[in-house]
């Protein structure tokens, strides 16, 4: 789903995996944004190794691999987070 979409639908989206689940994407502000893409950003690296952490830190965030969470938050209103929340949770929740 598009960033576009997303919005256009005010969250509401199906997140298909084993299963499909509908969900509800709500969009961290810039200033909640850089832990998360610092955590994205060390995933990564456990995943796929320090040469292929070096291209991601500088293919997708134009930062260098050892970019702080500051460096991060110099970037982050760039690139759209999103919080998933279960739907079903949160009708439970609210009912």
Do not use: K, W
């Amino acid at each position: 789903m598009s960033l576009r979409n997303v919005r256009a639908a005010d969250g509401r989206a199906v997140l298909h995996r084993r299963r499909s689940r509908p969900v509800h994407l709500v969009e961290l502000p810039p200033e909640s944004r850089a832990p998360v893409l610092a955590a994205y950003q060390a995933a990564g690296a456990e995943r796929s190794g320090q040469s292929a952490a070096r291209l991601q830190a500088r293919f997708d965030f134009g930062l260098d691999p050892s970019a702080t969470v500051a460096d991060f938050a110099q970037i982050a209103d760039r690139y759209p987070v999103f919080g998933v929340h279960d739907q079903d949770e949160e009708h439970r929740c609210a009912g």
